[in-house]
């Protein structure tokens, strides 16, 4: 199993950016396909980006496009969520996570196999 940590939380005001950093133990990360997904407060868990292991092919939800960049460094077993013109509706703990299952549809919580702790992001009006 693939063990994620991430990092790269914190407070920030409305309008500022952070950039998340998730490492990957695996060996084989290169061909992994990973997501962040973010969960709220007494809300579900919910898809913010993804990118393919192989072909790089990013993918995002509708309410971080433009504002969030999703990328992969494969040297350092890493990716990364910036974040741009964050919005108090951000706040919640981002979480990334590891795809195996080559093909399926990474908006999907069910398309990932192995999960970090999570860290949080708190934006503030």
């Known amino acids: 199993q693939v063990q994620l940590v991430e990092s790269g939380g914190g407070l920030v005001q409305a309008g500022g950016s952070l950039r998340l950093s998730c490492a990957t133990s695996?060996?084989?990360?290169?061909?992994?396909?990973m997501g962040w997904f973010r969960q709220a407060p007494g809300k579900e868990r919910e898809f913010v980006a993804a990118?393919?292991?192989?072909?790089?092919?990013?993918y995002y939800a509708e309410s971080v496009k433009g504002r969030f960049t999703i990328s992969r460094n494969n040297a350092r077993n890493t990716i990364y969520l910036q974040m741009n013109s964050l919005k108090p509706e951000d706040t919640a703990d981002y979480y990334c996570?590891?795809?195996?299952?080559?093909?399926?549809?990474?908006?999907?919580?069910?398309?990932?196999?192995?999960w970090g702790q999570g860290t949080q992001v708190t934006v503030s009006s």
């Open positions: 990118i393919r292991g192989r072909s790089i092919i990013t």
């Open positions: 996570a590891a795809s195996t299952n080559y093909g399926s549809s990474l908006d999907r919580i069910e398309a990932y196999s192995s």
């Open positions: 695996g060996r084989t990360f290169s061909t992994y396909d």
